[in-house]
C-alpha cells in the first residue's frame, strides 16, 4: 500500500487555492470558487477514509489469519511444521502485516 500523506480537510485545500486566486485576483468574491474546490475534494477525501477503513479490515484479518494458522500449527507434528516451514511461513505474514501497518 502506497503511504500517502495525509490530506487536509476540504475547506483547507478551497482556502489555500483561493488565497492564491486572491493575490491574482484582488478584490473578487472568490465563494463560488471556494465552494467548487470544496465539492471536487470531497469525494477524493471520501474515498481516501473509504480505502483506509478497508485496509484497517484487511489488517485484522491478515492478523486474524496469522492467530489461526499458529493456532492449528501447534496440532502438527515437529516434522510437519519443519516440512511446511510453518515458521517461516508465520514470520513472512507478520512481516507483511507490519508493514501495512507502517504505511497506514
Do not use: C, N
Not at 467548487?36 to 486474524?64: F, G, K, N, S, T
Not at 515437529?78 to 511461513?89: C, N, P, T, V
Request: aromatic share 6%; no cysteine; net charge negative.
Amino acid at each position: 500500500m502506497t503511504d500517502f500523506p495525509p490530506l487536509p480537510e476540504p475547506y483547507t485545500l478551497a482556502q489555500r487555492a483561493a488565497s492564491k486566486l486572491a493575490r491574482t485576483l484582488p478584490g473578487d468574491d472568490l465563494t463560488p470558487i471556494i465552494e467548487a474546490l470544496q465539492e471536487y475534494i470531497a469525494p477524493v477525501l471520501a474515498e481516501r477514509d473509504a480505502l483506509r477503513e478497508q485496509a484497517r479490515v484487511l489488517r485484522e484479518a491478515l492478523a486474524d489469519s496469522i492467530d489461526s494458522i499458529e493456532g492449528w500449527g501447534a496440532y502438527a507434528s515437529e516434522y510437519f511444521q519443519g516440512k511446511h516451514k510453518l515458521r517461516d511461513e508465520l514470520a513472512q505474514r507478520r512481516a507483511a502485516l507490519e508493514a501495512t501497518k507502517a504505511t497506514s
